[in-house]
């Protein structure tokens, strides 16, 4: 594909539940991270995947959150039981081999926890 | 951790005029960017820089690396302009993420 493409666009929830969101970065992109906009905010880093590997993961507020990448190309960020507070607007951004390259957004997905 | 802090907030203008929005960092970096964000869309990157100056169509993006301070300048405004721009620098907070501004909301009236 020619950009970073997330799915889903919207995900609505109830307290407690476990929900993935799914990020596919540009094809070829070693680098990919997470961040999280809330509402007025600007994005806050979760973590960052180098091919498979995280290679930085102190943006994670609590071991509710988890994220993988097996196979170096498409990640899953997983939230277990949903709190009220998780509902953000969850972007992903791939960049050719990480540090200072530019990184590139998908539109994100809104998450709602209801 | 870097702080990022922009300024103004919000921003009110009208069409034509030069716009000018400001974002400083509390750290040394390799690299800042300005993003562009409209409502329910997704990020765009305007700029990577980490010296000097860089200039696209009617957008100029200025950074001072001693003074740990960058500009971002739209000359000729137009309400197609109105969106969130976002200050981010690396590297932040986490070592290899961007750390963010809380952006400038800006409307370009006709």
Not at chain 2, 35 to 49: A, C, N, R, T, Y
């Amino acid at each position: 594909g020619a950009g970073v493409s997330q799915t889903p666009s919207n995900k609505v929830t109830e307290k407690g539940k476990y929900v993935e969101l799914r990020c596919d970065p540009i094809s070829g992109h070693t680098a990919l991270y997470w961040y999280r906009q809330s509402l007025g905010q600007g994005p806050e880093f979760l973590i960052y995947f180098q091919g498979t590997g995280a290679a930085d993961d102190s943006g994670l507020p609590n071991d509710r959150f988890f994220a993988v990448r097996p196979e170096g190309s498409v990640s899953t960020l997983k939230i277990q039981r949903t709190e009220r507070g998780d509902s953000a607007v969850y972007l992903c951004a791939s960049s050719l081999s990480g540090g200072n390259n530019e990184q590139f957004f998908g539109p994100g997905t809104r998450l709602t926890v209801l | 951790k870097n702080e990022v802090e922009q300024s103004p907030q919000n921003l009110t203008a009208q069409e034509g005029e030069f716009i000018t929005i400001n974002c400083s960092y509390s750290v040394g970096i390799s690299a800042l960017h300005w993003l562009q964000q409209h409502p329910g869309g997704g990020i765009v990157s305007l700029f990577m820089l980490s010296s000097g100056k860089k200039k696209h169509g009617r957008l100029i993006a200025t950074i001072n690396i001693q003074e740990k301070h960058s500009s971002l300048h739209i000359t000729a405004s137009h309400p197609r302009d109105s969106a969130v721009y976002i200050c981010a620098v690396f590297p932040g907070g986490g070592a290899d993420g961007l750390t963010f501004g809380k952006g400038t909301h800006l409307i370009i009236q006709p």
